[in-house]
């Protein structure tokens, strides 16, 4: 597979950590108009509260300064489908909390115990219960039920058909959605073929299945025409077992015969491939792979696809002009979708690159994050004539800004689109509907099994001490979160 | 070059890996690869007080296509190993009495021009043992780690110890360098392992015959290169390439102190044994530190994740064809996930790669030489007629038509408890796995190995993690990750049983292994007053 592009020296000069805001290249009134728009979604996000969201977000609010807790609990979300049965599931609770209350893991249980040196009560009481043997089973099922009910908020279905539900229900509230499925790892070609079929398979049933959605002129058409119902969102390290950071050619030439079957079921049903984006291990290969792919001639005409653009790399100004360098070189009738997004491995990023003694490659400022992901907003709207671009975020001032810079530039409401994900962004989703927007939710399909890395990223992300969601769970004032960054 | 005390050296920090997802650090690779190749062969004379001794009729070669020569080599005798410690004994006491800062000091230089030749090291390897760029490159950072290391611990060690004190007595202990330590390298991290144990040798004040692997004389070479360049004295340091007769000869030396060896069990013992005769004119007991071989357990429980062991177990059998002695050798799996995992990892390994070491994203090179695939086509044999082989990665005409020493990797399940394919040490790339009724009953097994340098666990409780830590006699446990990819100073590295000394390379006691404790007490009393 050729390179498509290698990133060479940044257009724009790469922005320094915590340098001092420069004003975007300004479209004059934009920074004026955000507050009332900001505070009008907020209002309207109210009106759609999620009361098992409030629930978990006072929860992960009395956990948040406690890391050892969180870790506690993340650990045992993660391992909850690894476990055999109930009592196995109490095993695990009372080992991960006997770490946090810094006791010897095997130690026995005195009846002075209750509750936990250091726990929180309701927690010691369950490490305790969960050590006798009455009352294990019951600790098991309350766990596994915990872990079920946070899981559910996040995942729409087991599979497409029992998705589909979900699925009318946002069409007809005016919400699109993306849908992505959740799976094991790729290990094995056998693996990488059954990703594939199934994301052949769920098209197929998506497309089946919204044929009879009622017209929804919002969702369905934009600047450059026509926009498919059925939407998809792909892994490529799910679609091949080759994926090796210093061999990016080795993991692309291998998914690119699978990604090519799933373009043309795809262009074949008239809907959309959206490729996500992972980490920058695999940047090389997933842009190059999906580039070279949609450039190859027998898709000239569709299907209508997209890639996603991480902002918290430092380098992103460089890469997005790669990608916009490849649009105006590869004329396609259906331009390509770039998705804006932070970039969801930020502890990934910063953990490997300490442990092997490299430049972080992400901001760890986050407002230097925020920032980036302004600017690039910016460079994207101008560019809504040759590309679509998608603004995926929770923030509301990411969000607000977006609104703001779009209706500076006289665009149509329906030439910008705005992304949610599913369980985080519900309120935010119906609040940019009110507010005449196009809008969608990526919505993961899976069993809990295959769900669980999903899970808990959302989870830790949610929960993070830096993330806009949990600042506006703990009640910090509008004003302050709609401050430029 | 004049020898000047170094300012205080910073803290030990890991020398950062090259990013290989780069595309840039690619390139340059590939062009160290070119520049090496259109030079070849090199040159890796026997060299003793800084002279060359004798020819070079040896050859070392790239086991990826042995018609490549990377080297000729010199082969030392006996001779040349006495001239050596005769050498090394002449420039003991200078060197010994040079200030540990100085010393360390060499060390720090050594690491820096290693540094400054960082790409074409990489590429030297790779040629030399068809290492793939991202084991040759770690090669080297852990050369360099251990020059930076060892220069800082040498420096700590200078300083007297604290002894009980009362009144009226003087009590220092301080630590001495033994004397001539011969250092007896394998090819398998051709730079950095002899690197490391010349260093902690030198460092300490000892003087140092080095042989190299007669597979890896040029790596040797570039490391002799490295030290003399930065100011290490000539009489410090002699090199004797060469086959198993010089290293023979030092073994057997009277006037050798230290033996550092690192390679396969029956060698290390037959040192022990012949290092404890006292032969005439040794006026002292001879110290060996040795890493040998072992035969590395992984074990996984039910609660752990698939999706992570999977990948970790393919990375510790299979990188480098498995010629680490850290590799992953054997598998055992909780009963309750054995289907799952074996069928899994069976469809893993078929996707491995065999290749051109110089292929970026090969997984599994040529082994290191014809010897290698006789060894491993033995055990190849025993899998099939014993057991079940469950995956088979094959292997690609191209490669093997260049003459290289590939071998298929293999998943083998299903031998009996007693085939030796359990027990022995294959040194190549063959994985078996085997489901177990728990946790214990894989300890067990762990414990009736006479083995035990690394050892793998999988499991998502602390209960398991800290019951399994505290049970297994392996010199490295690795939880929840790859059990190869030692880092110095993070990750002390040596083995125990019969699978070493306990020694831990790159951790903070290894200096002491070539030093020697020296106290004095001294009497502060004069006419019953304290003075
Ligand atoms: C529809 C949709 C699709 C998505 N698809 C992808 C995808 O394909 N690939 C992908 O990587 N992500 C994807 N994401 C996730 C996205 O990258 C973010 O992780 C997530 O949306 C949170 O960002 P935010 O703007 O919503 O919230 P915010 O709270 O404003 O931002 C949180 C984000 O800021 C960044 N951050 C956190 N801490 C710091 C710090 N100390 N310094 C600097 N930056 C920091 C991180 O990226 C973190 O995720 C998607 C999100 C959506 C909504």
Redesign the interface.
Known sequence: MPPVATPTAPAGPVPAEGDPAPPPPAVAGVEAAIPAIGTRLAKAMGRHHDPRAAIEARMMDRIADRPDLRAAIFRLVDVRPACRDYPDIAEHLAALLDEVAGRPPEGPVRSGDLPGGELPVPLGLARSLARRHGSRTLVGVAGAAGVRAMAGRFIAGEDAADALPAVRRLWKDGIATSVDLLGEATVSEAEADAYRDRCIEVLRTLSAGSARFPARPLLEHDQHGELPRVNLSVKVSALTPHLRAGAPGRGAASAAPRLREILRVARDLHAHVHVDMESLDHREAVRDLTLSLLAEPEFAAGPSAGIVHQAYLTDAAAELEVLLGWARRTPRAQPLSIRLVKGAYWDHEVVEAQQAGWTVPVFTDRRACDREYERLTDTLLDHADLVRPLIASHNLRSVAHAIAAQRARGLEPDAVEYQVLRGLGDPLAAALAAEGLRVRTYCPIGDLVAGMAYLVRRLLENTANDSFLRAHASGTALDRLLEAP | MTLTAAAPLAPF?????L???R?AE?TALTQALADLDAHLPLRAPVIVDGAERGGLPRRSVDPGRPERVLARAGDASAEDAAAAVAAARRAFPAWSATPAAERAAVLVRAAARLRDRRYELAALILRETAKP??EADADVAEAIDFLEYYARQAVALAEPRELVHVTGERNTMTYAARGVAAVIAPWNFPLAIPGGMVAAALVTGNTVVLKPSEQAPACAAALYDALRGAGLPAGALHLLPGGDEPARALVVHPHVHTIAFTGSSAAGRDILRKAADVVPGQHHLKRVVCEMGGKNVVIVD???????V??AL?HSAFAFAGQKCSAAARVLVHA?RYDALAE?????V??L?VGEAS???VDVPAVIDPEAVERIARYTAMAHADGTVLAQAPLPAAASAAGGTYVAPLLVAGLPADCPLLHEEVFGPLLTIEPVASVDAACDIVDASPFALTGGLFS?????V??VAARTPVGSLYVNREITGARVGRHPFGGNRLSGGGTKAGGPDYLLAFVEGRVVVENTVRHGMVV
């Open positions: 920090a890991n020398e950062p890996l990013e290989l997802r595309g690619r760029w991202p039910a609660d752990a994740d698939v999706d992570e999977v990948p393919l309750d899994r990892l069976a469809g893993a078929a996707t790669e292929v970026f994203g998502r409780s602390p209960a398991t800290a019951h």
